[in-house]
């Protein structure tokens, strides 16, 4: 079992930033791929980036690559994803999630999840 606690949220302008992190529980923390994904109201859960257990791969969505970056530190049992240059459409409920999988951007295949942390970028 796996419990996951995002935070990190906010409301922030366009053009800014926001780094989310994600503490886990449990010792095997390092053997989870992670991802983030995020939700808009009204629209499906969204793959955003996802890393590898080791963190030797991350994968992004297309809107996003180039200004987040999904990190880990298996220490902390903490992944992050650091946002720069928002935009208004990156306004959501961001969510992390752990899978026993090599790391993947469907959903379905995640495991265990956060309950989320809402990001607000203002025009």
């Known amino acids: 079992q796996v419990q996951l606690v995002e935070s990190g949220g906010g409301l922030v302008q366009a053009g800014g930033s926001l780094r989310l992190s994600c503490a886990a529980s449990g010792r095997t923390f390092s053997s989870y791929a992670m991802g983030w994904f995020r939700q808009a109201p009204g629209k499906e859960r969204d793959f955003v980036a996802g890393?590898?257990?080791?963190?030797?791969?991350?994968v992004y969505e297309r809107s996003v690559k180039g200004r987040f970056t999904i990190s880990r530190d298996n220490a902390k049992n903490t992944v992050y994803l650091q946002m720069n240059s928002l935009k208004p459409e990156d306004t959501a409920v961001y969510y992390c999630a752990a899978t026993r999988s090599f790391v993947t951007t469907r959903s379905n295949e995640y495991d265990y999840w956060g309950q989320g942390t809402q990001v607000t970028v203002s025009s």
């Open positions: 890393i590898s257990w080791s963190g030797s791969t991350t």
